[in-house]
């Protein structure tokens, strides 16, 4: 089945401090993986994508994900947190099926960034 | 100002009546998507249309109903049939359906409670 999983519920960083929110798919053929950001009773923000190509993508925000075809793996990172990178992520990954495409989505983690 | 507008940001409901959530893009894009988001789980696909007049189910369309009448409007209906739905509705739309690379785009999202 096709699938994505985001293994951390929540994940707390220093501010300064590198962050990784974690991502796994499982899809047949091809990846293409995106990751969306989401403040509190807001919509989702796009950040990044991939598509093919550069394994480590760069995205809004400062944020760069990294693929990982053996792994399966699609993590998001930074290199400095902020306060305000405090949010829900959510990572989703594009579901094969016939002629259209639908987004399979991870259940969210959400990142807590302490000053 | 491009982008997807949905109203109103709260709403509710009580046990019985049908409700209406607007959503609206003027970014002349195909494809539009209703998600529904409950805490703790990613987002749920309740339809999406690739055309005006045209629409299909998703992953849980059981007690929910949509329109395209205008390629910039989707509004989705919440019919006394749906048991549980209380939740944020987000609204989407993408460039085209089929795809699969396109970047969907959210709206503000509308949190219905049901009294």
């Known amino acids: 089945a096709q699938s994505v999983a985001q293994p951390e519920d929540q994940v707390n960083v220093a501010e300064g401090n590198p962050l990784t929110v974690k991502c796994t798919y499982s899809?047949?053929?091809?990846?293409?993986l995106f990751w969306y950001v989401q403040y509190p009773n807001r919509g989702l923000q796009f950040l990044l994508k991939?598509?093919?190509?550069d394994n480590l993508v760069k995205g809004s925000y400062g944020f760069e994900a990294e693929f990982n075809k053996s792994q399966t793996s699609f993590h998001l990172k930074k290199p400095s947190a902020l306060v305000s990178d405090s949010a829900l992520y959510f990572c989703?990954?594009?579901?094969?099926?016939?002629?259209?495409?639908?987004?399979?989505w991870g259940a969210g983690t959400k990142l807590i960034i302490k000053p | 100002d491009g982008g997807i507008t949905q109203s109103p940001k709260y709403l509710f409901r009580k046990e019985g009546q049908n409700v209406t959530l607007s959503c609206e893009q003027n970014?002349?894009?195909?494809?539009m998507y209703w998600y529904r988001q409950d805490p703790g789980q990613g987002l749920r696909l309740i339809y999406y249309?690739?055309?005006?007049?045209?629409?299909q189910k998703g992953d849980i369309a059981e007690g929910y109903s949509v329109s395209r009448e205008k390629k910039e409007s989707f509004p989705l209906t919440v019919t006394s049939a749906q048991k549980n739905p209380t939740a944020f509705y987000l609204c989407?739309?993408?460039?085209?359906?089929?795809?699969?690379?396109?970047?969907?785009?959210f709206g503000p999202g509308t949190r219905l409670t049901v009294l």
């Open positions: 989407a739309s993408s460039q085209r359906l089929a795809g699969r690379t396109d970047t969907q785009y």
């Open positions: 899809v047949s053929g091809n990846p293409y």
């Open positions: 989703a990954v594009v579901k094969n099926m016939d002629s259209n495409y639908q987004l399979i």
């Open positions: 991939y598509i093919t190509g």
């Open positions: 249309s690739q055309i005006v007049n045209d629409f």
């Open positions: 970014l002349n894009h195909d494809a």
